[in-house]
């Protein structure tokens, strides 16, 4: 479950930077989310390819840290010009992330949908309480993102720090959860075959004299 609230917060707080903090279009929007697809096209051509032969664990791990990246990068307090510079690879890391389509099936999916719904009221929560912190209001009077608004900008950051945190859990997660996991679709190898003794000659038979 956080692996999918890490990866739908990091969408959902995405859009609100971009469209409500920046006031951005929906169009100048989809156009700054065109990594996230790109991306995530090879990476569905790069995991059919290789999915047969790397560990299920490496992928998650190598998923897992990239989502939680691609957090901590929105979350950081960089300097402006240096934040335009790397939105665009936050929103590629996004992308490598493991999807459910090509790792799980029903059950997966519910937990995925569960967990998005936890992790995002998780941060929403986190984040109101930020801005209302900062506007010295109580949470439910907190209000909307508004362009520009140091407010804003800081509960944003708090809600990306969220989505890291959830992240790096999953990370931890998979680390221990899934460490003797093999490769999907590999047949595990067959035991070795215990070396048979050939019969030993009785000593009657060897003290037997010759006729």
């Known amino acids: 479950m956080g692996f999918f609230a890490s990866f739908n917060n990091f969408l959902v707080f995405a859009t609100y930077l971009y469209q409500d903090f920046q006031g ?68 590629a890391l996004s992308a490598l992330a493991p999807h459910d389509q090509a790792l799980g099936a029903a059950l997966l999916n519910a937990v995925g949908q569960v967990g998005r719904a936890i992790g995002l009221a998780l941060a929403t929560t986190v984040q109101a309480a930020v801005v209302a912190r900062e506007r010295g209001v109580p949470i439910r009077e907190a209000g909307d993102i508004l362009p520009w608004d140091h ?13 890291f945190s959830l992240g790096v859990c999953s990370f931890l997660v998979v680390a221990v959860a899934f460490r003797n996991t093999g490769i999907v679709g590999k047949a595990p190898s067959p035991p070795a075959a215990e070396p ?5 000659p009785s000593s009657r038979a060897c003290t037997e004299p010759s006729a």
């Open 151 to 163: 407010a804003s900008l800081l509960g944003l950051r708090a809600a990306n720090w969220t989505t």
């Open 24 to 91: 951005l279009s929906t169009l100048q929007t989809t156009l700054r989310f065109l990594p996230t697809g790109v991306v995530g096209a090879l990476v569905a051509l790069a995991v059919a390819l290789t999915l047969h032969r790397v560990p299920t664990q490496h992928m998650l791990l190598f998923g897992t840290a990239c989502v939680s990246l691609a957090s901590l990068l929105f979350a950081l307090p960089i300097p402006p010009h240096f934040l335009l510079r790397l939105r665009p690879p936050a929103m």
């Open 196 to 200: 048979v003794n050939p019969p030993r």
